[in-house]
């Protein structure tokens, strides 16, 4: 079975702190994503890595960042948390290829409040 | 443009009876389609995806794509209470290389 697994369930932070959400997948899977979930909006791509230290914007890359230093490990990073990025953070992976790298699976998500 | 649209129910269906979820996307050059089920409080997982025109059956699922009309559909045969969750519709859209879901449409399943 593949695991993609997310190091927090919930977090709750204050504004202006630097927020880092780690993923790590068992797979050796080449593709790692990080999406925002959000009532009325829907699942919405922030990142996305299709190699150890290549990085893509998604659809909504602005307050965030990302680093991966290692096949198995994909980091989301929040720079200065905003209320704004109160929301689920979910995080996929995939194995490579054109057809493939769209069948993603994911982590259990983590719950961030932003205060 | 890469919209994907989805009814956001709720579709409540009996216990035994079919169940039909849709969706449009915008746009005309999108390739590859897929269908997630997430249950409440879950994580997204994968039921079927499909590429071509026509129909793709698995076990009680079927997927159908009409790529003229930009729109695909699941149907769920014998339709069981465990079958209720929200489903999202993700397309890629052309010049993409990465998903683009719908909002969901929530499945409710009545014993």
């Known amino acids: 079975d593949v695991k993609v697994t997310q190091s927090s369930r919930y977090l709750v932070k204050r504004t202006g702190e630097k927020v880092f959400l780690e993923c790590v997948q068992d797979m050796d899977h080449e593709n790692m994503f990080w999406y925002r979930q959000d009532p009325g909006l829907g699942l919405r791509l922030i990142y996305f890595s299709y190699d150890v230290k290549m990085k893509e914007k998604g659809d909504i890359p602005e307050g965030y960042s990302v680093s991966r230093e290692k096949k198995e490990r994909f980091s989301l990073i929040l720079e200065s948390a905003s209320t704004n990025q109160t929301s689920m953070y979910l995080c996929a992976s995939s194995v490579g290829g054109d057809l493939a790298k769209n069948i993603q699976y994911f982590g259990a998500g983590t719950r961030l409040s932003v205060l | 443009q890469k919209e994907v649209e989805q009814n956001s129910g709720p579709l409540s269906v009996p216990e035994g009876a079919i169940a039909s979820l849709n969706c449009t996307y915008s746009?005309?050059?999108?390739?590859?389609f897929f269908w997630y089920r997430q249950y409440s409080g879950k994580s997204p997982e994968l039921i079927m995806f499909i590429y071509s025109n026509g129909d793709k059956e698995d076990g009680r699922f079927t997927a159908q794509l009409n790529k003229a009309s930009q729109y695909v559909s699941l149907l769920i045969r014998d339709s069981q209470p465990s079958d209720s969750a929200t489903y999202l519709c993700?397309?890629?859209?052309?010049?993409?290389?990465?998903?683009?879901f719908g909002k969901g449409t929530m499945l409710l399943v009545s014993p």
């Open positions: 746009d005309r050059g999108s390739q590859s």
């Open positions: 993700a397309v890629v859209p052309s010049g993409y290389s990465t998903l683009t």
